[in-house]
């Protein structure tokens, strides 16, 4: 499924109609990954398609969705954001509903964004944001914003604009993190050697995060 605009990516967790709202003026495109759909539903909001098992939506919700819109996959060895990550391309994804109230759940879809690497993500949190570090991008942002580096996987990577500099840190995820460090310029810029790096920052930085990663996008088609 490819969409030329971002899409806004609904997960099962609870999550206030504010925040969609807010989500799809960035990103106007609609999608649910299954239990998503019925919280679209409930907030009025039909989505453009659903993606999952269907395990959790039940006959109600789906009797409301017209059919060309539902997308099974049976597979049970991958989980719905998976699935959705899988089958989506799109400028970026906001995915909403993802990092609430279970920490396997949450776990798995930081995993899942290394996974699907190719497929520019941001997952939004109460009160953060997190997304995976593609091999180069600059960020706009206060100084003093935190910026916190955690790797799911040995990497290395370079930055200017932090204010304790990564250069010197062999990344890996039982010995070497990131976490905790701060802006100290009002431009970041990262250069990774390979996938694994994911990225957490405060959730207001929304928009210089999708202003840093659309220009990473324009640079890439000249």
Same mark, same amino acid.
């Given at each position: 499924?490819?969409? !030329?605009?971002?899409?806004? !990516?609904?997960?099962?967790?609870?999550? *206030?109609?504010?925040?969609?709202?807010?989500?799809?003026?960035?990103?106007?495109?609609?999608? /649910? /990954?299954?239990?998503?759909?019925?919280?679209?539903?409930?907030?009025?909001?039909?989505?453009?398609?659903?993606?999952?098992?269907?395990?959790?939506?039940?006959?109600?919700?789906?009797?409301?969705?017209?059919?060309?819109?539902?997308?099974?996959?049976?597979?049970?060895?991958?989980?719905?954001?998976?699935?959705?990550? /899988?089958?989506?391309?799109?400028?970026?994804?906001?995915?909403?509903?993802?990092?609430?109230?279970?920490?396997?759940?949450?776990?798995?879809? !930081?995993? /899942?964004?290394?996974?699907?690497?190719?497929?520019?993500?941001?997952?939004?949190?109460?009160?953060?944001?997190?997304?995976?570090?593609?091999?180069?991008?600059?960020?706009?942002?206060?100084?003093?914003?935190?910026?916190?580096?955690?790797?799911?996987?040995?990497?290395?990577?370079?930055?200017?604009?932090?204010?304790?500099?990564?250069?010197? =840190?062999?990344?890996?995820?039982?010995?070497?993190?990131?976490?905790?460090?701060?802006?100290?310029?009002?431009?970041?810029?990262?250069?990774?050697?390979?996938?694994?790096?994911?990225?957490?920052?405060?959730? *207001?930085? !929304?928009?210089? =995060?999708?202003?840093?990663?659309?220009?990473?996008?324009?640079?890439?088609?000249?």
């Amino acid at each position: 499924m490819q969409y !030329l605009k971002n899409v806004t !990516l609904l997960g099962a967790s609870n999550v *206030k109609t504010q925040d969609i709202k807010e989500c799809l003026h960035l990103a106007p495109t609609l999608v /649910a /990954a299954d239990g998503g759909a019925k919280i679209a539903v409930k907030m009025g909001q039909i989505p453009q398609k659903v993606i999952g098992d269907f395990d959790s939506i039940g006959k109600k919700t789906l009797g409301k969705i017209p059919p060309a819109r539902l997308f099974k996959i049976t597979d049970q060895n991958t989980t719905d954001f998976e699935k959705c990550l /899988a089958h989506i391309s799109a400028p970026m994804i906001l995915g909403l509903g993802f990092m609430g109230r279970r920490l396997d759940h949450q776990l798995s879809a !930081l995993n /899942a964004l290394v996974k699907f690497a190719h497929q520019p993500c941001v997952l939004l949190g109460k009160r953060d944001l997190v997304f995976h570090v593609p091999a180069t991008l600059t960020l706009r942002l206060a100084p003093e914003t935190r910026f916190s580096l955690f790797p799911l996987s040995q990497m290395r990577a370079t930055s200017t604009g932090l204010n304790w500099p990564i250069d010197e =840190v062999h990344f890996s995820p039982n010995q070497s993190i990131g976490t905790s460090n701060l802006t100290n310029a009002d431009q970041v810029t990262l250069t990774t050697d390979g996938p694994g790096l994911l990225a957490i920052l405060p959730r *207001k930085t !929304l928009t210089k =995060v999708l202003d840093g990663f659309a220009a990473q996008s324009t640079v890439r088609e000249k």
